[in-house]
């Protein structure tokens, strides 16, 4: 087999690896920011009479200042969607890296790189 083919070969190979590993991360990410907004919803519903609520910090459970739990958690909801926003941009771009090493222009897959007008 010729060298050059088996290196596109491998180069096409991690790509893809790559962007589906991206896209379980966004996945993974997404279930945390679901969780999240759980929290949230529940804090401002059910326990909007408590000053203090119990929290799970790793393998421990800390009793801390509501206030604090929800600027923690809207914390990590910002962190998520940068992480997901930039893991988005990273697939789109390994996309038509993918494109081209497959033989297309990266056409295709350009249509997908769309910018909304409002943020």
Do not use: H
Not at 79 to 90: A, K, N, Q, V
Request: hydrophobic share 35%.
């Amino acid at each position: 087999m010729d060298t050059e083919f088996i290196s596109n070969l491998q180069k096409r190979e991690l790509i893809a690896e790559d962007i589906l590993t991206n896209k379980e991360l966004i996945v993974d990410y997404d279930r945390r920011r679901n969780s999240n907004r759980e929290a949230l919803s529940k804090l401002k519903k059910e326990l909007s009479q408590e000053k203090k609520v119990w929290v799970n910090l790793g393998d421990m459970f800390v009793k801390m200042p509501k206030e604090n739990v929800e600027t923690m958690i809207k914390k990590d909801q910002t962190t998520l969607d940068e992480e997901i926003s930039d893991i988005r941009e990273t697939m789109k771009q390994k996309v038509v890296e993918l494109e081209q090493l497959e033989g297309g222009d990266g056409s295709k897959s350009r249509a997908f790189q769309l910018k909304s007008m409002s943020k």
